[in-house]
RNA sequence: CGGGGUGUGGCGCAGUCCGGUAGCGCGCCUGCUUUGGGAGCAGGAGGUCCCGGGUUCGAAUCCCGGCGCCCCGACCA
């Protein structure tokens, strides 16, 4: 009976492990319509927490939050010429409204940078006017032929922001700003480190100048895109006439980035940090940071033990910490215990009878460790110390994992065995050529993750490409991705 | 779209070969006893057996035709 109320273990079956710990911790579930999915309470509740942190961080650089239309007219995507070419085959279109066929068909958003930019044609005409910094948080419609939960929907939550500037370098720093703040959250907030860095031609965005990306590792060794930040250049503001008159009275096209991130961040939560128990949620992150389970037998013991678990939970409240009280009756607490860490909850509090008598509480964390006894007096700052400590440790924890997990300098024999040995990010040197990427990844289905940023390097970047051995013009990590 | 698998209470399955009118586990409901790591007992609710046709006295089961879903390959945050 434990086996059947246990998950798939990860080393096991990493892709079982993923999708019953989702259904066990009821974050998400499938819809009646193949490739999307209902984003439940608890997955939901994740991801408003990481609207939150984010959304802040958007305000923080200075932009604003707008809304622009689900529909767009479907010539629009073929102005630009390489950007239809990248997403016709994923596009839902519209063809029938109101019981007419449209004159014109409509799709349905893969992303906004049309309908976005032919509005910014109408709002920018001087160079007072920039830069236009808008970001915005919506749904979007891939037709994809694979999917799962998170990872890759048809449709799926996610914020994208578009702004225009005046100067080419002024859009760059604005691309890597907002890298950077992609990598600052995921760091700080999710525990999860990342490289960044500029993406191949090949793994570009389609109508981008430059693409850049954060990298994750998940458990098993397979990379996640997690994050996208792309500079423009002037290819939107072209197909779409966002022009403006600089101040010496010249005309000239606006320089657009875009960046984005979406639920698929839930996905990547899960796989960074879940164990066999379930998901581990880290505190920043979490809806509930601790939650409180009673113990008790009889009606005077449950009166006596609610009563200082309300207090409790009260005093915890007002300590900032978002806390939960689990006071189902007729559930013995090994089982809320199961259910709390496969949710992924930070902390647990145990109080029964003997705590209660001793003005104490047993701390456990989700990271595991021994369960602990604290004083019920100034536990919230105790908690909030634990809590910043686990947020620590978990980052920590990750990046020693990503680097146990790297091989750096690799050889064509290395890189070989070392895909076959487990994966994780390869560091090597690559010579540029778009043949030679094409070829590794039809030959071992690994591709080039990023061109690290200078941080990221290694001390010692290869001088000849790993796959031809010609003269390598830059250090390239290869992963198989998800 | 190619290759493989599978459709039976909410979920997971047995029953199909060899036709006789549907069962098990989990979950759910009620009651009592329980509660410091997934409770026990008793009672109970719940099924067009994917759909359509055919064979037969009789079809979850046999035959024909559809459809859905899952896994593997070509696309992707």
Not at 145 to 154: Q, V, Y
Not at 279 to 285: E, F, G, K
Not at 359 to 380: D, Q
Not at 422 to 449: L, P, V
Request: proline share 4%.
């Amino acid at each position: 009976m434990a086996e059947a109320k246990a998950l798939t273990p990860r080393a096991t079956d990493f892709s079982a492990w993923y999708n019953e710990l989702i259904a066990r911790a009821q974050l998400a579930d499938y819809s009646p319509v193949r490739g999307c999915m209902v984003i439940r309470p608890n997955g939901y509740a994740i991801w408003e927490q990481m609207q939150r942190a984010l959304d802040q961080m958007f305000k923080d650089t200075g932009h604003q939050n707008a809304y622009f239309p689900l529909f767009i007219p479907q010539s629009f995507l073929s102005r630009e010429a390489e950007h239809i070419e990248g997403f016709a085959p994923e596009l839902a279109v519209v063809t029938h409204g109101g019981g007419k066929e449209l004159e014109e068909p409509l799709v349905i958003r893969p992303t906004s940078e049309t309908i976005i930019y032919s509005m910014y044609a109408k709002w920018i005409q001087s160079y007072r006017d920039l830069p236009v910094l808008i970001n915005q948080w919506a749904n979007v419609v891939r037709w994809e032929m694979r999917t799962r939960l998170f990872l890759r929907t048809t449709e799926f939550l996610w914020q994208e922001g578009h702004t225009a500037h005046a100067t080419e370098s002024e859009a760059e720093e604005e691309t890597l700003r907002m890298l950077g703040v992609y990598r600052t959250f995921m760091e700080e907030w999710m525990a999860m480190p990342v490289v960044t860095g500029r993406k191949t031609d090949s793994e570009r965005f389609a109508g981008a100048l430059r693409t850049y990306s954060c990298e994750a590792l998940m458990q098993d060794n397979k990379a996640l895109q997690a994050g996208t930040s792309h500079n423009l250049g002037q290819n939107f503001s072209r197909a779409f006439e966002v022009t403006f008159q600089t101040a010496s009275g010249d005309l000239d096209h606006v320089w657009n980035t875009s960046w984005g991130v979406s639920t698929r961040l839930v996905g990547a939560l899960i796989m960074a940090h879940g164990d066999d128990a379930g998901l581990i949620c880290p505190p920043r992150l979490a809806q509930y940071q601790v939650v409180i389970v009673p113990i008790y037998r009889s009606d005077e013991e449950r009166a006596t033990v609610l009563d200082t678990a309300e207090r409790t939970r009260k005093e915890l409240a007002a300590a900032g910490i978002r806390v939960h009280l689990d006071a189902r009756d007729g559930m013995k607490p090994g089982a809320k215990y199961y259910e709390w860490e496969g949710r992924g909850v930070p902390m647990r509090l145990e109080i029964g009878p003997r705590d209660v008598a001793s003005g104490t509480a047993v701390l456990a964390r989700r990271t595991g460790g021994k369960k602990e006894s604290l004083a019920l007096a100034g536990l919230g700052p105790a908690l909030v110390a634990a809590m910043e400590a686990m947020q620590r440790e978990m980052l920590e924890g990750a990046r020693a994992r990503r680097e146990a997990n790297s091989l750096r300098g690799a050889t064509k024999d290395q890189f070989l065995a070392r895909l076959e040995s487990g994966g994780g990010f390869i560091y090597a040197g690559f010579c540029g050529r778009g043949e030679c990427e094409a070829e590794i990844k039809e030959q071992t289905k690994a591709t080039i993750r990023v061109l690290p940023d200078a941080e990221f390097r290694s001390p010692q970047v290869p001088d000849t490409c790993m796959w031809c051995g010609g003269p390598s013009v830059t250090e390239a990590v290869w992963a198989r991705a998800y």
